[in-house]
């Protein structure tokens, strides 16, 4: 990496977009898709984005019990491999499409996400808010990558509510 923080990039945007939706067809209406049809969709979208927040927390230094993220990993790798990606090979360039079309396919964009953010060695910049109040998605800027508040709102609200906490106890 450069000395320079790296680039927001497409799969950042796609995984903070699926993490950071109020709705799956609010999602997958913004990303072109067809609107989820069946619960059984909502319920995939609903697991799959509490498996990569519990990931984007422990990137963000929360206290996490180990079997909560090895669940959380566990339940990806078989995401992974019920909605896979097909490596597409031309001769000027190669890409990875999902095998399924409508939220399936997108469901698999986003696990293609995260392993081009590792392959960049970016996924662990990817965080989540660590204000109570807001605990939003968001990519790392920071040369150390050491944020912890996805703006400067939220790093402002926490360090108010510290300081109200240490003056309650003095």
């Not at 939706?21 to 799959?48: C, F, I, K, N, R």
Request: proline fraction near 4%; charge should be neutral; glycine fraction near 6%.
């Amino acid at each position: 990496m450069e000395n320079c923080p790296p680039v927001v990039c497409e799969a950042s945007d796609l995984l903070l977009a699926f993490v950071n939706s109020g709705s799956l067809d609010e999602w997958l209406g913004d990303s072109g898709a067809t609107p989820a049809g069946a619960a059984s969709d909502v319920a995939a979208a609903s697991e799959l984005r509490a498996s990569l927040i519990v990931l984007l927390r422990e990137h963000s230094g929360c206290s996490l019990d180990p079997t909560e993220v090895e669940a959380a990993e566990s339940h990806l790798r078989q995401v992974a491999a019920r909605y896979p990606l097909v490596a597409v090979i031309g001769a000027d360039t190669s890409s990875l499409v999902p095998a399924h079309d409508g939220a399936f396919g997108r469901f698999a964009q986003v696990l293609g996400a995260a392993t081009d953010l590792a392959y960049r060695g970016a996924w662990t910049r990817v965080k989540v808010c660590k204000n109570d109040n807001c605990h939003r998605g968001f990519f790392d800027k920071t040369r150390n990558t050491s944020a912890l508040y996805c703006s400067p709102t939220c790093s402002s609200q926490a360090s108010m509510r510290a300081y109200r906490n240490r003056r309650k106890v003095a």
